[in-house]
């Protein structure tokens, strides 16, 4: 099947180029990639620094930079909410917790479970209902709704499956969460994947131990199929999925890209989700796990696109698409009717006899003009198009606001969380923080260079506050504080230390401040950055709890 005709090896590299113009080549991959990364870590940093037990992951197209400015994938976010402990077996019950027995029976969906509550004192079940959250099933077992989603919507915000939907700004993603529970260990259902091999001895031994490891979450949503569309919660084994998308080549990257533009081109017309990118994501997953891995190279990607678009009309043809980890879980369960499904088919035969000549018709960001011009179809003048550079500055100045909206976020839930203690847990916070930089990995380390001199300008401008309201004057401290947070932003830190000489009457020291040079890319982490570390002249006090 893989020994190709010349054009068809020409069509490739010449398709691979073209996505390599609009941001799909390995440099706009890993700056996505790392950007995600970055602000996933920040964020985790700062609910540790609050106390909140849960974990957020950056997961989807955007995290794993198998999208386009043109598709304009949504942010997924997923919440962890450590609060709940799930168990698979009564030894891992946890005395004092919320714990939570995960059930799969004949009367739950492959892939899905019930969470019966259990009693926090000792291993045995509850017996009566705590609030509307609960109903007990006709075992006398009570189970934990999935409706409970419903408490965390707010203003404009939609329920889409188990996410709650937020639209974004003009310009922006719109972002979807998910809240989660952690499951104790690896699910029952998903062990057989742990030990399957495919042909091309992928996914790896490393990736399996890595999965094990990490385990999965339930989501609150049931099957469409279910009985007990409310009570039913899914297996998610999204950190598993992310790490495995993480170790695609390039070229079976933009073979998913390419899935994705067809769905949203020829087979999801409109707002209407028949085939989701999840399903495309599954099917190639399953072709790389089921071919050997020296096919998937960029003079070969056209024939690697047909071999997927095969396999999604097999399993469109048998109602069947099964989930790459948990096998039993049919993600076409349900999802469409005999009538759609013979239009799915039909396109889908169309998109695979027509060769080449649908791919010249995809508008997302002009893949279909751009290659007619590689292919000298029409000559260049006849469109603009933005450079691979031009591209890529675009991701980097969006991926440089989100991170620059981040640390806003971040510095204002610290805030938020401080208001009524007093200034020594203030410093307290500050020495958390430090803990990241003494111990912490690359991306701690990142993190709290960002978000460490906010945190310093605002500790500078309480210690500052104090003292003039007592004499007037700024003390050593203060100064030394505002100065380790000078240059966290372009304006903000500066003003905020002006001020407080202004207010003392020392306006040539709030003169000075404002008008020394400074360099405005420093509050980006790529590809530079400068940073001060927190004076050493003044006692800094750890935090006494463990990170």
């Known amino acids: 099947m893989f020994q190709e005709p010349d054009y068809r090896e020409n069509l490739s590299l010449m398709l691979s180029e073209v996505l390599h113009d609009i941001g799909v080549n390995e440099r706009i991959v890993m700056r996505r990639r790392r950007g995600y990364m970055l602000m996933e870590t920040m964020r985790n940093i700062t609910c540790r620094l609050t106390d909140l037990n849960g974990t957020i992951y950056y997961l989807g197209s955007?995290?794993?930079?198998?999208?386009?400015?043109?598709?304009?994938?949504d942010i997924d976010i997923l919440f962890c909410n450590h609060d709940v402990n799930l168990i698979q077996d009564w030894s891992e019950w946890e005395h004092g917790k919320l714990n939570c027995l995960m059930i799969q029976d004949e009367n739950t969906t492959p892939g899905?479970?019930?969470?019966?509550?259990?009693?926090?004192d000792e291993p045995l079940p509850v017996t009566v209902i705590p609030d509307e959250h609960h109903i007990t099933d006709r075992r006398g077992r009570i189970l934990y709704k999935n409706t409970m989603i419903n408490q965390f919507l707010q203003g404009a915000q939609q329920q889409h499956g188990p996410s709650i939907a937020e639209q974004g700004q003009p310009e922006f993603c719109d972002r979807d969460m998910v809240i989660a529970y952690p499951c104790k260990s690896w699910s029952q259902s998903a062990i057989g994947w742990l030990h399957r091999q495919g042909i091309g001895r992928w996914p790896?031994?490393?990736m399996r131990r890595y999965a094990a490891r990490t385990g999965c979450f339930v989501v609150p949503t049931g099957s469409k199929v279910s009985e007990y569309p409310e009570l039913e919660w899914r297996l998610s084994t999204s950190l598993t999925e992310r790490y495995l998308m993480f170790n695609l080549n390039i070229t079976q990257i933009r073979c998913y890209v390419l899935l994705k533009m067809i769905l949203k081109s020829f087979?999801?017309?409109g707002d209407e989700i028949n085939i989701s990118s999840f399903?495309?994501?599954t099917v190639i997953l399953q072709c790389i796990e089921n071919t050997e891995s020296g096919i998937w190279k960029d003079n070969n990607l056209f024939t690697c696109l047909t071999y997927c678009l095969l396999e999604l009309h097999s399993c469109v043809q048998n109602d069947c698409c099964s989930h790459f980890i948990i096998p039993e879980n049919n993600l076409m369960a349900g999802q469409f009717t005999a009538e759609t499904k013979h239009e799915l088919s039909k396109n889908i035969c169309e998109l695979i006899q027509n060769d080449r000549q649908w791919l010249l018709?995809?508008?997302?960001d002009y893949l279909g003009p751009r290659l007619q011009v590689k292919l000298n179809r029409v000559p260049p003048a006849v469109y603009y198009f933005p450079s691979s550079f031009e591209m890529y500055e675009h991701v980097l100045t969006l991926g440089n606001v989100n991170i620059a909206i981040i640390i806003r976020k971040n510095h204002k839930v610290v805030l938020n969380h401080l208001h009524n203690k007093n200034i020594r847990t203030?410093?307290?916070y500050i020495g958390k923080l430090m803990t990241f930089s003494d111990n912490g990995n690359r991306l701690e380390h990142t993190a709290f260079k960002l978000l460490a001199p906010f945190l310093f300008t605002t500790y500078g401008s309480i210690l500052a506050s104090s003292s003039i309201a007592e004499n007037n004057q700024v003390s050593p401290q203060a100064v030394l504080w505002l100065s380790a947070g000078l240059n966290s932003d372009i304006s903000s830190s500066r003003l905020k230390s002006a001020s407080v000489f202004y207010s003392t009457g020392d306006k040539g020291e709030s003169q000075l401040i404002l008008k020394t040079h400074r360099n405005p890319k420093i509050l980006f982490p790529f590809p530079r950055f400068t940073y001060c570390r927190p004076p050493k002249s003044v006692?800094?006090?750890?935090?006494?709890?463990?990170?």
Do not use: A, V
């Open 62 to 73: 955007q995290s794993e930079g198998t999208t386009t400015i043109g598709l304009d994938s």
């Open 112 to 120: 899905y479970c019930f969470l019966q509550l259990l009693r926090h």
């Open 204 to 206: 790896t031994q490393e």
């Open 267 to 269: 087979l999801n017309p």
């Open 279 to 281: 399903m495309c994501k």
């Open 361 to 364: 018709s995809i508008d997302i």
């Open 426 to 428: 203030m410093k307290q």
């Open 539 to 547: 006692p800094l006090e750890r935090g006494t709890s463990k990170i």
